[in-house]
């Protein structure tokens, strides 16, 4: 087996045994014996488990935002955008379950990166100019769009992951309720909310 090959070879070890038991779950030694090649192996190619977690999260996270930016790339009307952002984080939930486990998994103590809100925020980012553009057109504060556009995404990540575990409906059915709520909320959406169950301070 090639250097190129061995690497390749562990990256898909490391992602299935992460994907089972979480990085703090998996040890060095678990990948190499999987592998069958002694824990040297492992540390010349990525230094230790954190340097093989962060190749395995930095793919998954490429992967998923690829499939969404290139959803929205499409011209189109926001509600259809909504649609393609939202079938497209579902599609990758289905062909990679492994790597939205470990997306969705809490990072190592000491990596910024690889954590499920900073999946939520890096998705959002790629929406937030369509959810301006929208706000514009409904006379809408366009500077409130960030904000949206992690809502928008949440609700849309944090279902999927309940919907990969029971399998109960189908994904264009999941797909369409989502979008559903986002879609008609924010159709309804008041210029100025507040909390009407609160007194002013």
């Known amino acids: 087996m090639t250097g190129p090959q061995r690497r390749e070879q562990l990256i898909d070890i490391g992602r299935k045994l992460f994907a089972e038991r979480g990085f703090e779950g998996t040890s060095v030694e678990e990948i190499a014996n999987a592998a069958g090649v002694s824990k040297p192996v492992i540390y010349e190619h990525f230094g230790g488990k954190e340097g093989l977690y962060a190749v395995v999260v930095d793919?998954?996270?490429?992967?998923?935002?690829?499939?969404v930016t290139?959803?929205?790339r499409e011209p189109?009307?926001?509600?259809?955008?909504?649609?393609?952002?939202?079938?497209?984080?579902?599609?990758?939930i289905e062909s990679s379950t492994d790597g939205f486990r470990i997306l969705v998994r809490d990072s190592p103590p000491g990596q910024s990166t690889g954590s499920?809100?900073?999946l939520i925020s890096d998705i959002a980012s790629q929406v937030e100019h369509i959810l301006a553009a929208e706000f514009r057109r409904q006379?809408?504060?366009?500077?409130?769009?960030?904000?949206?556009?992690?809502m928008l995404v949440g609700m849309v990540a944090?279902?999927?992951?309940?919907?990969?575990?029971?399998?109960?409906?189908k994904k264009d059915d999941v797909a369409a309720h989502l979008v559903n709520l986002a879609w008609n909320g924010l159709a309804g959406m008041e210029p100025k909310p507040t909390l009407r169950?609160?007194?002013?301070?």
């Open 139 to 150: 006379n809408l504060d366009p500077k409130m769009a960030p904000l949206y556009a992690q």
């Open 116 to 118: 499920f809100a900073s």
């Open 76 to 92: 189109g009307h926001a509600r259809a955008l909504l649609e393609r952002a939202a079938v497209a984080l579902l599609d990758y």
């Open 158 to 169: 944090i279902p999927g992951g309940w919907w990969l575990d029971s399998r109960k409906f």
């Open 59 to 67: 793919r998954e996270l490429q992967k998923l935002l690829n499939a």
């Open 197 to 201: 169950s609160f007194p002013k301070a």
């Open 70 to 72: 290139h959803a929205l």
